[in-house]
């Protein structure tokens, strides 16, 4: 395993979340059942006091020390310090770099401390569990600048927002502008909105689970190649399922599934695409409503309205002249008609109670902000539509968000004291989370700069750079 550049805050947060690991084992093979994690420690000693841990059987109390690796305990003196002297386990990420001269975790009195190598026994990715923790943050997580940030003057924290969320938007459209140009060079002008609005659509609807697979996907499908061949929906989920994976040793049998299959035989040899697995696609800890199937059933009907009625069109004609913005949005999205099976269904050959909405009013609002409107602030500019141009900034500047705020938003709104009134300071907090907070990058914020100026700043939680 490459030796990612973990910080010991980072690693605790992977300590605390049971789900992120599982069938712990110390380096003597002896088993380890957490009882209680105790209490997070923020002086001086070990990390957590209190604990209860059951390690080959016998049950002890006492404190746990996180490492980012085994020699870390002896480089930082621990041996020698009476406030480490009840630590009954050493939980390191890593073993030791250096095997030869690695020695185990030592107490006074030359007491073995039992040690886990945490990265042995991860259920998933540490790339994945990065994605999870920067998108689900701690409640115990602390700004570096908490409490000292409430002397700042507002106007100062204000403007600094601001401009975090033009950079944002900014840096979406340039991220949308790139592939809009790929994609001219694949199918030209005719349809490179259209496949656009498609594919960064399809990864919104991904969630965090599923959004890079359903990318993918949907990359997979080029509308040039469908838009003259099919004109019914079932098709187009024929398509979508087919390339997804889902088809492929499907056991169940009715009506819907063997014409979705017979649909597929016949466009898998037009579209000459390679299928992805369908083990790619995550459904742990999800909610049913969220499965990656009930998703491509709507990706599947989307692209039929895409292909079919015009739907680009209409969502610009919607920016040109709503009155109110996000629900005519939420009134286009939700009126777009999925096929009947997934109506009572959430898995194939699974039939469940008839329900629900397939797409709810928070994820439409989190398309409408993340993907419709960088991609018709491009879209503007390219046709030199002021008003509409203005209309999208308008939104995005004035907009109240009251709904939907995901939990960096709270934490953020909290810890700075301040409270947003936009769509544009949401997304202004947000990317002050991620590109600085969590970064470390404290001399480089406007708010950071005045709270500690030259003084040093504690170690904030420095997850990883990729």
């Known amino acids: 395993m490459k030796r990612l550049n973990l ?17 712990l084992r110390t380096t003597e093979e002896e088993q380890v059942v957490i009882l209680d994690y105790g209490r997070k420690n923020f002086d001086a000693g070990p990390d957590y006091r209190d604990a209860r841990v059951s390690i080959g059987g016998k049950i002890y109390t006492g404190s746990v020390e996180i490492h ?31 095997e030869i001269s690695s020695a185990p975790a030592i107490a006074k009195r030359s007491r073995r401390i039992p040690t886990v190598y945490l990265s042995e026994f991860l259920t998933r990715s540490i790339h994945e569990i990065w994605r999870e923790i920067i998108e689900n943050p701690s409640p115990s997580f602390q ?9 700042v003057p507002r106007f100062i924290v ?103 299959k017979s649909e597929w035989n016949k466009m898998k040899n037009v579209l000459m695409k390679e299928t992805m697995n369908k083990s790619e696609w995550n459904f ?68 469940t109670p008839s329900t629900r909405n397939v797409i709810g009013s928070e994820r439409i609002i989190d398309i409408l902000v993340n993907v419709f409107l960088p991609l018709v602030r491009l879209y503007s500019g390219e046709e030199k539509n002021r008003n509409l141009e203005s209309r999208v900034e308008f939104f995005y500047k004035n907009k109240q968000q009251s709904r939907g705020r995901n939990e960096v938003v709270r934490v953020m709104e909290k810890q700075l004291h ?16 991620n590109f600085f907070c969590v970064r470390g990058k404290c001399k480089d914020c406007e708010i ?11 170690e904030p939680l420095k997850i990883i750079l990729y």
């Open 68 to 98: 980012r690796s085994e020699n870390d305990w002896h480089q930082h003196r621990h041996k020698g310090d009476n406030k480490y002297n009840d630590v009954i386990l050493h939980v390191a990420f890593y073993s030791s770099e250096d």
């Open 143 to 151: 700004l570096p600048c908490f409490e000292q940030n409430k002397s």
């Open 158 to 260: 204000k403007e600094w927002i601001e401009n975090l969320a033009a950079k944002r938007l900014m840096l979406k459209c340039m991220r949308m502008d790139e592939r809009l140009r790929e994609l001219h060079i694949i199918s030209g002008d005719d349809s490179k909105w259209e496949q656009a609005l498609f594919e960064f659509t399809c990864e919104a609807l991904g969630y965090s689970k599923n959004k890079e697979q359903m990318l993918a996907l949907s990359r997979r499908i080029q509308l040039k190649d469908i838009s003259n061949i099919a004109q019914d929906v079932l098709i187009f989920d024929s398509v979508c399922f087919g390339l997804a994976g889902f088809l492929n040793d499907l056991r169940f049998k009715d009506d819907y599934i063997i014409r979705l």
């Open 418 to 433: 301040y409270e947003i009134n936009s769509v544009s300071e949401e997304q202004g907090l947000i990317h002050l989370h």
């Open 284 to 351: 742990f800890r999800l909610r049913p409503q969220n499965f990656p199937t009930v998703r491509i059933a709507y990706a599947a009907a989307l692209l039929y309205e895409i292909s079919n009625k015009d739907f680009f069109k209409r969502l610009i004609r919607t920016f040109e002249t709503s009155q109110d913005l996000v629900s005519d949005i939420e009134s286009l999205m939700k009126d777009i008609e999925i096929s009947p099976y997934w109506k009572n269904h959430f898995m194939f050959g699974k039939v």
């Open 7 to 23: 910080n010991e805050n980072f690693i605790c947060r992977i300590w605390e979340e049971n789900s992120f690991y599982k069938d």
């Open 448 to 458: 950071g700069k005045s709270v500690f100026c030259d003084e040093r700043v504690k």
